[in-house]
């Protein structure tokens, strides 16, 4: 008798409501390695050139300079280095999201979907940010910067977004039922793509045997395609982004079937667990 009447809400209202929900989760998610988003944001703006100045001297001190495409080394080292941080960093904030056995899941209008959500496009905001004012710096106090087809490859950004949170997706349904193996697999993945990715060498150099060992990751495709549309003088023979498209969405569907059987498993005594 007491119980407050639930005004009955249209699609729209829902829409709204879910959107309004994910921009705080997400605004969260951003704030939650560091309370300030903006020391966040410059935090990884100086993880990406740490990465980015060692990857140079490498290749300066091994002479391998010689061996990267025709036109600027810097370009050629960034189009790996952002793709496998915007894939790994997704990566890791998926896994890293609010479970099923998560007390923010006691809440009624959020879910899992929600947080997985917020914590892939707070990785996303982050990631694009750093790229736009490291370009921007690059751009204008050193060198005018040349991109041969810039919305195609940007678009290889996002699809290295997508495969992270496709595969972050499926290691989330996993992790009540796993936490260690999930925990180990995560670091090991992460680690094996500073190699695997090929973001060290391009595919029309290597050997046949060679390709072989790396053509099963999507994101050595992504890469190779991404300086095939940022260089004019590179055309990639031996990937296509549409295999790591059908990866994606195939690992989507693998990760919405397994979070949906973990959510009506669920229980709260999992997270004693972790």
Known sequence: MFKPQRRPQSGLTKAVVILELIYHSIVRSVRKTNSNAFL??????????????????????????????????????????????????????????????????????????????????????????????ILFVYHVAFTPLEIDQPFPAFGMLLLAWFTGLALGLVLLALKPWAPGFVSIFTTVYQRANMIASGKMFVANTLPGFMLAMFDWNPLFHIIDQCRGFAFINYNPHYTNWQYAWWCGVVLVVIGMMGEFYTRRHASLSWSARR
Not at 86 to 100: C, D, I
Not at 104 to 111: F, G, I, T, V, W
């Open 40 to 133: 966040a944001i410059i935090v990884n703006i100086v993880q990406v050139l740490i990465f980015i100045m060692a990857f140079y001297v490498m290749f300066s001190l091994l002479g391998l300079r010689g061996a990267a495409l025709r036109g600027d080394f810097l370009v050629y080292i960034m189009t790996g280095v952002f793709l496998f941080m915007t894939h790994a960093k997704t990566l890791g904030a998926v896994v890293g999201s609010e479970g099923p056995a998560s007390p923010m899941m006691q809440h009624a209008p959020m879910s899992t979907f929600i947080a997985l959500m917020s914590a892939g496009l707070g990785a996303l905001y982050i990631q694009v940010l750093s790229l736009a004012v």
